[in-house]
Every structure is written in structure tokens, then in C-alpha cells.
């Protein structure tokens, strides 16, 4: 039975134009367990993850809020309750698709914790930006009042940015083990890992950081020898001259070759960056392994070779 590690984009659980309710995100996830739920019939071994950024946007929106009511809780909080409440609606929607047809496996959705380095140089320089924006004055007396920090973002106003340190071991990976070798199908890592690090005592500490999914998705693949990393997302591939007339997907590419065009410039670091350096590093980790970038409602193509971008050693 081949090993998946499989990636879930926004798209997955908010579209595009929706505001996110309940109901919205449920109805997504819905339709991406039918994915899912074929790659399952098909016969492979799936661990799932995914992002949350839209989910940890509302926690701390409610922080904001709520300040004078209750007392707001830290990111690491917020990334830990998404996993939660997206890894619950997974088994609701994927466990259903199984049931219907006749395959008994249990979904198990796991509270993950991805290690990173007190010393990464992210510390220095938060870049990444997450929940509301904000005109100038009110983001300003938000730091003043919370020691936080908020940049510019363009006309729409500032945003609170926050570090985003490289993962570097994925804490909870023995209890991941655990729950395959009992034959689960595994949620986990959701949005990246909750970021800890290690304290010289031995202990684990939260900290208010974001670890981007897709570089989490790689490490994850790589610690538990996943044969595949399978990035489903909005788009069918990956193109170079994005937005230009000149634009093309790419099929089949080589690491090497993905390097040269990383190297290049090819791909934002906001939107499809993450995906292709998430692809080098995992497939260029260990000879024979694949990764594929595709959209979503071609997942079983993409896992067979048939779609998407297959990026090989």
C-alpha cells in the first residue's frame, strides 16, 4: 500500500467569495472527501493536512473583540483549536464517504506540534501577515497596547505580522505511527503545526509564530517515508510566465529543473512559492520519491500520474 501525505489548499475548506460560515466550510469539505475518499478505495494509505488561515483569522478577530470580556488567547491556541475543528469536520465528511461505500476505517484527527529553531533567523524580521487590516492609527495603538507587530499592506491598510520559522521536527510524529499502524487514516499538522520550541530543560513551549502548511506537508512526508506529497489546490498545475500570454503548465519536472526555475523567479512567495519549494525538498530528500501539485477535483489523476505537475528526482 503506498503512503500519502495529502495537502489540502483553502480551497478545500473556503472558497473564493464565500464568508466562511459553518455551514460553508462543511458543504467544502463535503466535496473534498469524495476526493479523498477515492484515493482511499483506490487502495492507498493517506495522512491529511491542511491549512487554516482564514479559521485562525476569525479566532483572532474574536480576540480583538472579546478583549474587555475575556482574555484573549495566544496564536498557538488559535492554530491549535483549527486543527481541531477542521480535523473534526474531516471525519465527519470523510468517515460518511467511507461508510457509503462499505470500506470500515477509522479517521482520526491529531493535535500536531511542529518543533522550530529558537535560533531561525525569522525571529528577526516577521513577515507574515495574518487576521484583519487596519487603518495606520488603530494598528499603532494595537502594538502600543500589545507589544505586537503591524506593517503596511498596501491601500487596504496594516496587517499584524508575525515570524514564519522553518519546521524541524515533527513532535507528535510517534503517536502519528501509532495511529496508521492501527490502519487509521490520519489528520494532521493542520496549518503547518502548532510552533514550539524545545527549552533547554526539555520541554516544549507554544510560540506566536505561523509554519507555512506546505513546508510542514514536506517534513511530515519525509519523517514518516511517504511515497508521494500530493499539494491539491485551486489551480491544475503549475505555470511558468504566470499572467503573462506567454504562461505554460508544467507536466513532468525535474528537481534540477524546478530549481533553475525557482531560481529565476517564477513562483510568488505568497501564493505558489511555498508549493514548489515544499516539491524540491521533499523529493530531493530521498531518490524515488514523487511530488505532485494539482487541483483538487483531480486528485486521483494527479496520484496516478495523469494531471497536475509531477515533480521527480
Known sequence: MK???VALGG???IQAGQRGTAEEQQANVDLTCRQLAELVAAGYELIITHGNGPQVGNLLVKNELAREVVPPVPLHWC???TQATIGFMIQQALGAELQQRGIERVVATLVTRTE??????AWREPTKPIGLYYPEERARAIMAATGQVWKPQGSR???RVVPSPDPIAI???PAIELLLGAGAIVVACGGGGIPVVRRTDGRYEGVEAVIDKDLAAALLAH????DALVILTDVPSVMLYYGTPEARPLEKVTVEELRRYQADGHFASGSMGPKVEAAIRFV???????AVIAALDHAREAVEGRSGTQVIG
Open 284 to 290: 530531493s530528500r530521498k531518490p524515488g520519491r514523487r
Open 157 to 159: 491598510g496594516w496587517r
Open 116 to 121: 522550530v529553531s529558537p535560533d531561525d533567523p
Open 3 to 5: 503512503r500519502l501525505v
Open 223 to 226: 519523517e514518516l517515508g511517504a
Open 171 to 173: 513532535v507528535d510524529r
Open 79 to 81: 492554530v491549535a483549536q
Open 11 to 13: 480551497n478545500a475548506i
